[in-house]
Every structure is written in C-alpha cells, then in structure tokens.
C-alpha cells in the first residue's frame, strides 16, 4: 500500500508517518517537496506516485494571521484539500482529512456533535470549513475534526506553559475557554485503525465526518495549573507555583481573532463506528511531560 501523507513536520504528520509505516510505503511530505500552494504542482505529484490513499494533516493554522494573509490560508486550507480530493475521486481511493472545532462559533454549552451546525467565526475557521465541503464532494472521504492538538514536538499549549514556568514569576490564563486537549499520538492511533477498517471491512460505508478528542474537558487556566503541578511532581524546579498562575476572562486577553468559548468535541460517534476507547486528556499529558522532562 502507498500513502501520501503531506504535513509531515505538524505535530499530527509527524505522528502519523511514525505510525503508518508498518502500514504499508508513506510517501511525507513537507511545503518543500509538494507545495499545497499550487494546485498544479499537486495534481502532477499524485499523478506521478499515484497513492492508494491520501492523508492530508498539513493546514494554515496560525488563527490571527489568517485575517491577514487570507489568500494563503485559502490556497492551504480550501484549495489544496479540493484538489486533493479532486485526485482521490479520479483514482477512487479514501481521503483522510483533518479539520477543526473552529468550524463552530463556541457558543453551545454542551460538546459539539457531528451534526451541529457550522458558523466559523475566523478566517482560519471559514477557510477549514470550505476545504471540508470541497472534500465532501469526494465520496470515500474521512474528515476528522479535533481540537487543543498537543504533542512532545511542535508548538503547543503545553510545552508553551512548560517554557513559561521555567522562564517567568507570575502567568494570566484564561479560564472561560473550554476544551479537550488532545494529543497527535491518539490521533494518529484513530488513523491507523479506520485505514485498517478499509481494508479489511469488505463494503467498507462509513465515509463521512467524525469528531476526536480525549475524555474530560477542562479549561486553558485548569490545563496550566495541572501542567505545572504535574512538572513539579516530576522533579521540575519552576520559578512559579500554582498560585503564581492568575485566571483572567476572554476580554482581558488581547488577541486579533477571538477564540470559541466552547471547543469541546462529543467523539461518540467515531468510537462506536471504529469500536474505539480514548485515555483521559490527563493522562496522556502525564505521558507527553514525561517525554519532554526526561
């Protein structure tokens, strides 16, 4: 089996190609050698190497430059996803695709289902949610939405408030914000076990969308303090203690786009379909901190 799989160097590429090579042949790829910005140089790369199914985890993710760089998070996020499916339609191969809670405007109370209605209220959550309907025009197509993606490697809250614990005496975090942390490794786990489903279900039918996140839920101002205490109890030495960590309110945050108070994601349905369990987002933030202080 061939796989393409593009964002190799994102915290869920990664994952994935470490994962997927007992699978079978991954093609990874990085803007360097397949330029997601060109629709061309795209359909001519998977003429050539022809896939037998395509995996794309590589997006424009930075959420406030998005509002300014909208062609390019157009180009990454909607155009590239369309003709990639474009592709998988024409060789009729699955396309794995992830997306994003911030297809949703975060103003539920309860987790979002699959079926909720979308209002992305940021360019990077309108250009996500357009790459996902451009992808729903390909019939052997899996979108995953997932949210708070965390991981040893990349740029994540995690090792962001593990930096600052090091490096700073007091912390302002946000506690009206609501997730699910998540992690790549999970994430690339759910992958591996639904391109295993295809092969081996004979009639494989249960193409469309699906939601993954941990059990529990927390808050940005829950998920810091329980960073710090965990790194304490593993030996770290910070310049703060939970105290030191302040809860402040969205509007007492200064950022261009506004983040979803709600960003939780029900994974009911996914679990049932793949008959899958996840951890609790503690513990494998216990596992990832453990990796990084060793």
Aim: net charge neutral; hydrophobic share 40%.
């Amino acid at each position: 089996m061939k796989i393409l799989l593009t964002g190799k160097d994102g915290q869920v590429g990664f994952a994935l190609h470490k994962k997927l090579v007992s699978v079978g042949e991954v093609i990874a790829t990085d803007r360097n050698e397949l330029n997601l910005e060109n629709s061309d140089a795209i359909r001519a790369f998977i003429e050539k190497i022809k896939p037998d199914i395509i995996i794309n985890a590589a997006a424009y993710t930075d959420v406030d430059k998005a509002e300014t760089e909208i062609e390019l998070a157009r180009k990454v996020n909607t155009e590239a996803p369309k003709v990639l499916a474009e592709k998988a339609s024409q060789l009729n191969i699955p396309m794995i695709h992830f997306s994003t809670d911030y297809v949703f405007d975060g103003l539920k109370n309860e987790p979002y289902v699959e079926t909720d209605q979308t209002n992305p209220q940021s360019v990077y959550g309108k250009t996500k949610w357009e790459g996902e309907e451009a992808v729903r025009n390909h019939k052997k197509h899996i979108i995953l939405r997932t949210g708070w993606v965390f991981s040893s490697r990349g740029q994540n809250f995690l090792k962001t408030i593990l930096k600052f614990i090091q490096e700073k005496t007091t912390l302002n975090i946000v506690s009206d914000q609501k997730g699910i942390p998540t992690s790549a490794n999970v994430l690339a786990d759910v992958t591996y076990k639904i391109i295993e489903t295809i092969l081996n279900k004979a009639g494989f039918e249960d193409f469309g969308t699906y939601h993954v996140a941990l059990e529990g839920e927390t808050n940005w101002y829950e998920y810091a303090c329980f960073v710090n205490d965990e790194a304490i109890r593993l030996g770290l030495n910070p310049k703060l203690i939970s105290g030191d960590i302040k809860s402040i309110l969205s509007q007492e945050y200064s950022a261009l786009v506004k983040r979803p108070i709600n960003s939780c994601l029900d994974s009911t349905k996914i679990k049932k379909t793949f008959m899958l369990e996840f951890p609790h987002w503690k513990i494998e933030v216990k596992r990832i901190l453990k990796i990084l202080l060793n």
